[in-house]
């Protein structure tokens, strides 16, 4: 099997956040809907040996929340290594938080994140000062074995976002992950950043058991509306779930078993678990992630 828990079902900031106050961030303060921490998840084949997908701001928080990551004896750690999407520091500042490790870190990334974070960011360069950090490259693509009877495939996902450390326009500076169980054939799709679903990507998700999708904003142009950024969710490499080419309608055709929204940025009214725009996604048979969510394929 494939077991997946969500550790943080929030975008970059958290729900809510820190200098918010739009009108969902004050409902989740005022105790309207669960509160929720930076993006990140853990996988394992068995439940014994983890690993993260991404290290969020919120790292040391989610470890805490979740018995299974949490040491067994001495400093060793059930969490084997660390899965990177992108570059993004609200999907690697979490790195910098786990630089306790006694025996070193395995990081996970594409070549083009990597090369982003040793000398866009240098967050691995100020890494590696504490703990050794290991490569391991991952090529869109290609299975990598992970664990026992775990596999994982990366896919690139195009995007015209700019990486913020660099004039970068490499391919692989954001992926995808498909994990299959190797015995029963059975899969899941983790996808916390999608700016569109192309063909490519399509056929990545297509027939997954279940599938995790970016649901950062609700409309594109949410953040232009409420005044607070300058950028759709488009351009900041986000599809949008409403509108006739947003990522909702376009779900079914997929044909995934289960759909789940997650990465949901604190302005989405779909935090709240009483809105129309919940209710919509949720009569099209589709799920919204909190923090802790387990899913097993
Ligand atoms: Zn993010
Ligand atoms: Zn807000």
């Not at 509108?243 to 940025?265: C, E, K, M, T, W």
């Amino acid at each position: 099997m494939v077991l997946l828990r969500v550790l943080g079902s929030a975008a970059g900031g958290g729900s809510p956040q820190w200098n918010c106050g739009c009108p969902v961030c004050a409902a989740v303060r005022s105790g309207a809907g669960p509160a929720r921490t930076q993006s990140s998840a853990a996988v394992s084949a068995e439940g014994r040996r983890w690993f993260l997908i991404n290290a969020s701001p919120d790292v040391r928080t989610q470890i805490e929340a979740f018995p299974a990551l949490r040491p067994r004896e001495d400093r060793t750690t059930p969490i084997e290594g660390v899965l990177l999407t992108d570059a993004e520091l609200d999907h690697t500042l979490g790195l910098l938080l786990l630089r306790e490790a006694r025996d070193g870190l395995v990081v996970y990334a594409t070549p083009a994140v990597h090369k982003t974070l040793r000398a866009g960011s240098g967050l691995w360069r100020i890494l590696e000062r504490y703990c050794p950090v290991a490569w391991r490259a991952v090529v869109p693509g290609a299975d990598m074995p992970l664990a026992e009877g775990l596999s994982c495939r990366a896919f690139d996902v195009p995007t015209t976002k700019r990486t913020r450390f660099g004039p970068g326009l490499d391919d692989g500076r954001v992926v995808g992950y498909r994990f299959t169980d190797v015995r029963s054939g059975r899969t899941l799709v983790y996808l916390p950043g999608v700016q569109a679903l192309t063909p490519a990507v399509c056929a990545e998700i297509r027939g997954c058991h279940c599938l995790l999708i970016d649901g950062t904003c609700w409309r594109d142009d949410e953040l232009v509306r409420l005044g607070v950024a300058g950028r759709t969710s488009r351009e900041m490499g986000h599809l949008p779930i409403d509108g006739p080419d947003g990522s909702l309608v376009q779900l079914p055709a997929l044909g995934a078993g289960r759909a789940i929204f997650l990465h949901l940025n604190n302005t989405n009214p779909i935090v709240l678990p009483d809105t129309p725009e919940r209710r919509i996604v949720e009569d099209r048979g589709v799920e919204v992630a909190v923090d802790g969510l387990e899913v097993e394929v």
